[in-house]
């Protein structure tokens, strides 16, 4: 079946680093791609998505390409801070049986210190 | 514009009891989806509802089940709770049915604890 697969955390980065958490997809057919977000005490937000290969989705300075040839979704930042910190959660839109419902991935935690 | 709203934030239920947990959608949005947080299994799907209806459902046991009201609000229900069943339970809401390129927007969750 569909999955995501997402690097382990967690990530410590001091502030300003340069931020890549990688991610890499198992599907049928031709996915959506995302990035979800939750800080602490929260539910989720969608932090960017992506709808075909190659396309780039961006938001808060965070970015990630869709990568049809590598199966890959990446996310990248340039110079994190300390409020990024929070659990970032890689996903899919997986339809079976002609429906769709979202595929995660383990969540990714980041913490940033000053 | 109110976001989508989960009702309790907390819960605490003992083993063999039944839990009702509720989500209120962002007004106007006509799809609600269930889904399972926990530390071991991660995010899991547990069903989807549109127009009262359900049109996708995971793999969770029947003790699992749901429904959704004529205003889109929508409850999911379990039965005969066990210990493995505490969780946090977050709702998401989107505008249509969920289809590959709907944006879901999710609530803060129920944390739900079996003791």
């Known amino acids: 079946g569909d999955s995501v697969t997402q690097m382990e955390g967690p990530v410590t980065l001091s502030e300003e680093a340069c931020l890549t958490i990688?991610?890499?997809?198992?599907?049928?057919?031709?996915?959506?791609l995302f990035w979800y977000v939750q800080y602490p005490g929260e539910g989720l937000q969608l932090l960017l998505k992506?709808?075909?290969?190659?396309d780039k989705g961006s938001n808060k300075g965070f970015e990630a390409t869709y990568r049809k040839e590598t199966t890959s979704f990446h996310l990248e930042k340039g110079s994190v801070q300390v409020s990024d910190s929070a659990v970032y959660f890689c996903a899919l839109s997986s339809s079976s049986g002609g429906y769709n419902k979202l595929i995660f991935g383990a969540g990714t935690r980041l913490a940033v210190h000053p | 514009k109110a976001g989508v709203t989960q009702t309790p934030r907390y819960l605490i239920k003992t083993r063999g009891q039944q839990v009702t947990l509720s989500c209120s959608p962002i007004?106007?949005?006509?799809?609600v989806s269930w889904y399972q947080q926990t530390p071991g299994q991660g995010l899991q799907f547990l069903f989807e509802y549109f127009s009262e209806t359900q049109r996708n459902k995971g793999n969770f046991p029947g003790r699992f089940s749901g429904r959704q009201f004529s205003n889109s609000r929508s409850e999911m229900n379990v039965s005969t709770l066990e210990l493995g069943d505490s969780a946090l339970y977050l709702c998401a809401s989107s505008l249509g049915q969920f289809t590959r390129d709907t944006e879901a927007f999710f609530g803060q969750g129920t944390r739900l604890t079996v003791v």
């Open positions: 007004s106007g949005h006509r799809s």
């Open positions: 990688n991610c890499t997809y198992t599907a049928t057919g031709y996915p959506s």
């Open positions: 992506a709808t075909k290969a190659d």
